[in-house]
């Protein structure tokens, strides 16, 4: 059974910056893809990027040229670095991570983007 620990949510003003993680741990296969979804208040789940264990990245429209997603295999860490962060922003952060078992979810992390 793999534990997804995420930090780094909060709130911040609209043009500040934020840096997402998200831990993986216990029982570890391989992992391949790892992500961040987002769920704004009333609204589904969207994804947001994703990284391949190989390094390639897929981000949405939304945010791209904006947020960076990078990870670190040796420490089976995931990151999203937000920056330009808009209102539209402000939702609970998911982080998904799929191994050679099945994907897991992390238990989300909130980002409130507001002045």
């Known amino acids: 059974q793999v534990q997804l620990v995420e930090s780094g949510g909060g709130l911040v003003q609209p043009g500040g910056s934020l840096r997402l993680s998200c831990a993986a741990s216990?029982?570890?296969?391989?992992?391949?893809?790892m992500g961040w979804y987002r769920q704004p208040p009333g609204k589904q789940r969207d994804f947001v990027a994703r990284?391949?264990?190989?390094?390639?990245?897929n981000y949405a429209d939304s945010v791209k040229g904006r947020f960076t997603i990078s990870r670190d295999n040796a420490k089976n860490t995931v990151y999203l670095q937000m920056n330009s962060l808009k209102p539209e922003d402000t939702a609970v952060y998911f982080c998904?991570?799929?191994?050679?078992?099945?994907?897991?979810w992390g238990q989300g992390t909130q980002v409130t983007v507001s002045s």
């Open positions: 998904r991570v799929t191994t050679t078992q099945r994907t897991y």
């Open positions: 216990g029982g570890i296969f391989t992992i391949n893809t």
């Open positions: 990284i391949t264990i190989g390094g390639n990245t």
